[in-house]
């Protein structure tokens, strides 16, 4: 999963992609780095079945530098900037709840929000139009002109494109474009060290739950979250015991990502390697094996489930199988978050 972190010049971009993933360096322009998901019960079944490799999934984030600002000196989308945009399934935007170092606006989150809303349905009209212009002259009679003629209304009225809702086909017909208010978004509120501790902007601290279709609100304090993870596990508990906290912000960010996204996690295990896939919440057992491979997909059979509590509760599969808690599933079978799979397939 691909994380595009943008926001206006000097919101703490940067800061909060060092905050989110620890030890890249920043670069000049776009900068991409991965983190590893963690996850408690991939290291429980790597305990327990010792084997080669351990995977646990992953997440790319991107500083999307080069936001255009509305005034505050700030630059047109540069094409590597729009492109690090337009291939992120989901966009955050970092908005500045602290004085600008530099001396620009005052602090004003609520402006933020709605300026950078502006840029997102802005850069997609402006595609959409020039796309409908062409099909309109040749007079397409297609599911694509149609669909795009929806986009134009909505944005016209500055509705975001993520609150309209598409069927599979016209999202699939819309796929090229890559449009930027379609992400799905989440607004995390980077709050300075002094505005994290004073109730005057605890609307902020403590975001309300976002409104909108597809849409999330975050917090943190991006520098102390950064300063954070130079310190080695013991201190970092200390650290974050003295603010308040229970867990570095990151946790709870990638949960929340996954909650937005509606993903949940999958487990295959062994003697060669224990590992966690990532899927939408839905997602049938043959979409799973798919994640694996298209092999186990298009030759599909069956899938052996243990559910993750049943393992936890017998501590084996010979256990699991004896206590006939293992399950033989078919084709139709939706995938839970935790199951470990195995997958007989034909090919
Ligand atoms: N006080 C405070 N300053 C911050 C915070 N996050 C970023 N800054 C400062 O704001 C300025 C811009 O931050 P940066 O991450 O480079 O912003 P970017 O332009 O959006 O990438 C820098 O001087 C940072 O030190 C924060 O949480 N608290
Ligand atoms: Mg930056």
């Known amino acids: 999963m691909q994380v595009g972190i943008t926001g206006f010049p000097r919101s703490g971009k940067t800061t909060v992609f060092q905050a989110l993933a620890p030890g890249v360096k920043p670069g000049k322009d776009v900068t991409y780095g991965n983190i590893k998901v963690p996850d408690a019960r991939v290291d429980l079944l790597a305990e327990h079945f010792q084997p080669k490799k351990t995977t646990l999934a992953e997440i790319t984030f991107v500083d999307i530098a080069g936001m255009p600002g509305t005034g505050d000196g700030a630059k047109a989308l540069e094409p590597r900037t729009i492109s690090a945009m337009r291939s992120s399934e ?14 620009g606006k005052p602090i004003d989150p609520a402006r933020d929000v709605d300026d950078f809303a502006a840029e997102l349905v802005f850069a997609d009209l402006e595609v959409v139009e020039k796309r409908l212009d062409r099909l309109n002259r040749e007079n397409a009679k297609t599911l694509e002109r149609r669909a795009l003629e929806r986009c134009a209304v909505a944005l016209n009225e500055e509705i975001p494109l993520r609150e309209l809702e598409f069927d599979e086909e016209e999202l699939k017909a819309m796929s090229g ?26 609307q902020w601290r403590d975001p309300a739950p976002a409104t909108g279709a597809r849409q999330a609100t975050f917090a ?4 102390t979250e950064m300063e954070l993870t130079d310190l080695d596990e013991a201190e970092q508990a200390e650290f974050l015991e003295m603010l308040g906290l229970t867990e570095p912000a990151r946790l709870a960010f990638i949960r929340k990502a996954y909650d937005l996204l509606d993903l949940i996690s999958f487990l295959t295990s062994g003697k060669d390697e224990c590992r966690a896939w990532t899927v939408r919440k839905g997602s049938s057992a043959p979409v799973a094996a798919g994640k694996i491979h298209t092999d186990l997909q298009r ?3 069956r899938a052996e489930v ?5 393992w936890v509760k ?3 599969e010979q256990a699991a199988k004896a206590a006939g808690v293992h399950r033989v599933e078919g084709k139709g079978y939706i995938v839970q978050d935790g199951d470990i799979i195995n997958i007989r397939s034909g090919v």
């Open 299 to 301: 030759g599909f059979i």
């Open 314 to 316: 017998y501590g084996s």
């Open 177 to 202: 474009y890559a449009l930027v208010s379609l992400r799905p978004l989440i607004t995390l509120f980077n709050l300075g060290e002094e505005e994290w501790g004073d109730p005057d902007y605890a």
């Open 306 to 310: 243990l559910g993750w509590h049943d």
């Open 220 to 223: 943190l304090c991006g520098q």
């Open 90 to 103: 989901v966009l955050v935007h970092v908005v500045r709840v602290f004085d600008d170092p530099m001396g």
